[in-house]
């Protein structure tokens, strides 16, 4: 791959994106800076000059990634994409460009990866003699709906692989892009294979904009948790990340809101900012919210012992310390005056057939 390429920091230049800065690679034995003389500046009204999206085409080996995480409720999941053009700021995957020699900055968001074999390579996995099937999750990194998908329709040929196999699984996302898929989900939700987790950070479109730039609006992430439920799909609403001293205040509201709208389930998490998230986070702070990045960003070090994230195991997700109890006490009271159930899924496995197997041949057995 060539060298990374470094990116103008100028706001035009990267209006609708999250990031702003493109910080090199944690892995990079040199640093560079942009110092722009005025001779290749392009005119800020000229959209040439604007930041462009580039998708690079790999074709991995496998396709299912295992984990052993004891705090998460799944054990694989698949990710059609490597970064995601949302540019959520708080993005926790942020970091994994590093390992393609590019930024966790603006890069992650603009130099994007995808996989056009993922349903092939899925197939051939779940067809292994020794495989167990379990409920795949989509979308854990990065969003399985983010606006290259349209075109692109890698997630929709991974699940119309699980749909022919009723193989359970369970989607994350931002994006009202998913109902273009629920031909696919409303049939497989009435066998119990599928949920769906719609994100819901804030209800303030402002925020949203400036936050998770190219997201679904706050209304229309709303509007799908509807039209997903009213199609009998079990819709699970994530209010996450919270953000102490930025968006907390809302929880009930966005709770409440995604309840109206059909959500039968909620779970949030509390920001996380490992590695190069957390510079990236307050420089975000201090240009969008200079008069309060420095309580937001006191607030969230007193959920991680005095530091920017401490990725213990078992608290990770939702902190320690006062202000990350006060939340939980938050949403668990909320969730029993919605009448929420339980955040977690129990999809039915035991409908699993092989892809290529007559599901005929199979009862005789």
Request: with cysteine; charged share 30%.
């Amino acid at each position: 791959m060539s060298e990374t390429e470094v990116i103008p920091f100028d706001k035009n230049k990267r209006r609708g994106r999250g990031a702003t800065v493109n910080p090199d690679s944690r892995f990079e034995s040199e640093e560079r800076d942009f110092i722009d003389d005025g001779w290749n500046s392009a005119d800020s009204e000229n959209e040439s000059g604007r930041l462009r999206t580039s998708v690079t085409l790999e074709h991995p080996k496998s396709v299912i990634s295992k984990n052993f995480s004891p705090d998460l409720p799944f054990d694989r999941s698949i990710n059609a994409y490597r970064g995601c053009e949302h540019g959520c700021i708080y993005c926790y995957a942020r970091p994994s460009h590093a390992y393609m020699n590019l930024s966790p900055g603006l890069d992650f968001e603009s130099k994007l990866f995808a996989k056009p074999n993922a349903a092939e390579l899925l197939a051939r996995e779940i067809s292994r003699p020794a495989y167990r099937c379990r409920p795949i999750a989509l979308g854990t990194n990065t969003d399985p709906y983010q606006p290259i998908e349209r075109d692109l329709r890698i997630t929709r040929e991974i699940i119309e692989v699980l749909a022919e196999a009723h193989h359970p699984f369970t989607i994350t996302t931002k994006s009202d892009l998913v109902l273009r898929d629920i031909d696919i989900l409303a049939p497989m939700a009435k066998d119990n294979l599928v949920a769906v987790g719609i994100s819901v950070t804030t209800l303030d479109n402002r925020l949203s904009r400036v936050m998770e730039p190219r997201a679904s609006a706050p209304h229309r992430r709303l509007k799908a948790i509807e039209t997903l439920s009213n199609a009998g799909i079990r819709t699970l609403v994530q209010s996450s990340p919270i953000i102490p001293g930025l968006n907390d205040q809302e929880l009930e509201q966005i709770l409440t809101a995604a309840r109206d709208k059909g959500a039968d389930s909620a779970l949030y998490l509390l920001l996380r900012l490992p590695r190069e998230v957390a510079s990236l986070f307050e420089n975000w702070l201090l240009e969008h919210f200079p008069d309060r990045a420095s309580k937001v960003m006191k607030l969230v070090r007193s959920t991680r012992g005095g530091k920017d994230y401490d990725p213990e195991f078992g608290t990770r997700m939702v902190g320690t310390g006062p202000y990350a109890a006060l939340i939980n006490k938050r949403f668990q009271l909320a969730c029993r005056q919605l009448g929420f159930s339980g955040s977690k899924y129990d999809l039915a496995t035991d409908l699993f057939v092989k892809p290529g197997q007559d599901r005929r041949q199979m009862d005789l057995f």
